[in-house]
C-alpha cells in the first residue's frame, strides 16, 4: 500500500498555529510563576506585645524580638529594619500593616507573650503589607526553659514563608544559638534589655546580668561580647572599665572566631586602651566582613577613622551606620562628633540637636552639644549642656574636666578653680584621667601646665589622648614644641587637610 502523501501546511498557516502555540506556553509559564511564592525582600520585626502586664518581663518580650531581628538580619537579600526604628512602636497599640507602610517593608512579624509561672505562650504573626493577607500565625505553649526552641520554631517558620532561597549554612547561621542554656540565655536578655537603655546605670546593670550569664555557661561567646561591650561604653566616662573589657573580648573570640561584635570590642580595646593603630583597623575591618549589616561595626570604625584624621571617611563611614541604624542615640551622636573633629562645628551642633531629640537624657549627646558651643564660643549655652551631662553621667570626671574647660573660656575663674578642687578631691577616691586636669588648665590658657598634664596622661595611658591629633580643645597647643613631640611619641598620623 502507498505510503500516505505528506501534507505541507501553507506557511500562513504554520505561523498562525506556532503563535497559537507560542501564547498558550506564555500563559502557561506566567500561571506556573505566579503561583509560586515570590520572595520577600523586605520586612521588620515589631516589639513583641506583653501580655503579661509585668514590666519585669519586658527583658523576654524584648528579647525576643531582638533576637528575631538579629537572625533575620543575617539573611542574604533580606533588608530588615533596624531594632531603633522597629522598637518606637513598643508598648503602642498599631496596625502591623500600617507601620510596615511606615517602614517602607514588605513584611511584617508582630507577636504577643504571656508568661504565666513556668509557662510561657508566645503568638506570632507574619503579614505581607502589599495585599494585607497573613502568610502565617502560630501559637506556642511551652516551658519557658524552651524559649530558645520556640524561637527556633519561629524563626524557621518565617524562613519558609518568605519563600527565601537558602543554603544549608545560611540557614545554620541565621538560627545559631550560642547557648543551649535557657537561664544563661534569659540573663543575657536581661543584660541586653539594660545594656539597651544606654545609660550609665543601664551598663553597669548589663554588666552583673551578663557576669551571671557567663557563670551559668562559661563557653557563652556572645555574653562574654556583650560584656567587652558594656564596659567599653561604660568605659566612655569611667576609664578603669575599659581593662576589664579586653579579656572579655579575647575570651569571646576564643570561643567564637567569627564573632563580629567580639572582633569590633577587640577593635575598641586596641584604639582606646592599647593605642595599637594598625590593630585596631585591622579587628574594625574583620567586623565589618564578618557582619556588613552591623551598624556598630560601621560607628566604631568611623571613630577609629576620625581619631587617626581621615575625616571625610568618617563621616562617610558614620552615615553608612546611620543608614543601618537610623535612629539609634549612639551612632547620631557619633556623627555629631566626627563632624565636630572634622571642623564642622555648626553642623555638630545640628546633629547633636536631632539626636537629643531622640533621646533628651543622652549624656554623650548633651557632652558633645558642649563641646561644640564651646568652640563657637557660646560659653553660657555650652555651661548648660555640660552641666546636664556631668549629672547625668553620675559626676564624671572626664566630663567635669571639659566643664571646666569651658568655664576657663567664659572667664569664670571662681567656677574653674573649683572644678579643679573638686577633680583633685575626686582622685583621692577613685582615678581621675590627667587630660581632664589638662583641659582646665587649657580653659584658662595655662599652656605649660596644660601640657604638663598631658604629659602626665601619657604616662597613664589615658584613653582621651587617642583624640588627641584632632581634639579641638587642644588648638591653642598645637604650636608649642613639647605638643607636638607628645604628638610623634602617640605615633598618631598626620590629620587631612591642614597640616600640624
Known sequence: MPAAPIRILPLRRAHWISAILLTALVAASFIFLSGRPKQIESMAVLPFFNASGNPDTDYLTDGISETLINNLSQLPGLRVSARSLAFRYKGKDVDPLKVGRELNVRAVVSGRVVTRGNLLIVQSDLMDVTNGTQLWGGQYNR???????????????????????????????????????????????????????????????????????????????????????????????????????????????????????????????????????????????????????????HNRYAMYLAAMGRPDDAIAEVKRAQELDSLSPIINTDLGWCLLYAGRGREAVEQFRKTLELDPNYVSAHWGLGASYTQQHLYEDAIAELKK???????????????????????????????????????QREYVPSSAVALVHAGVGDK?????????????????????EVAPWFENLRGEARFQQLLRRMKLPERAGPGR
Open 143 to 297: 516551658p519557658i526553659a524552651d524559649i530558645l526552641a520556640v524561637q527556633d520554631d519561629i524563626a524557621n517558620e518565617i524562613f519558609e514563608k518568605l519563600s527565601l532561597r537558602l543554603t544549608g549554612e545560611e540557614r545554620k547561621r541565621a538560627t545559631r544559638r550560642y547557648t543551649d542554656d535557657a537561664e544563661a540565655y534569659q540573663l543575657y536578655l536581661r543584660g541586653r534589655f539594660y545594656w539597651n537603655q544606654g545609660t550609665i546605670a543601664g551598663f553597669k546593670k548589663a554588666i552583673e546580668y551578663l557576669q551571671q550569664a557567663i557563670a551559668k555557661d562559661p563557653k557563652y561567646a556572645l555574653a562574654h561580647a556583650g560584656l567587652a561591650d558594656s564596659y567599653l561604653f561604660l568605659g566612655s566616662f569611667w576609664v578603669e572599665a575599659l581593662s576589664e573589657a579586653t579579656a572579655a573580648a579575647l575570651k569571646a573570640i576564643e570561643l567564637d572566631p567569627t564573632l563580629a561584635e567580639a572582633h569590633v570590642a577587640l577593635g575598641h580595646i586596641k584604639l582606646w586602651l592599647d593605642w595599637d593603630w594598625p590593630a585596631a583597623e585591622f579587628e574594625f575591618k574583620k567586623g565589618i566582613a564578618l557582619n556588613p549589616g552591623s551598624a556598630l561595626a
Open 448 to 468: 605649660a601646665r596644660a601640657i604638663e598634664w598631658l604629659e602626665r596622661a601619657y604616662q597613664e595611658h589615658d584613653f582621651s589622648l587617642v583624640f588627641l
Open 389 to 427: 551631662a556631668v549629672t547625668l553621667s553620675e559626676g564624671s570626671p572626664v566630663l567635669m574636666g571639659q566643664l571646666g574647660f569651658a568655664y576657663g573660656l567664659k572667664g569664670t575663674s571662681e567656677e574653674t578653680a573649683k572644678t579643679l578642687s573638686e577633680l583633685t578631691a575626686l582622685a
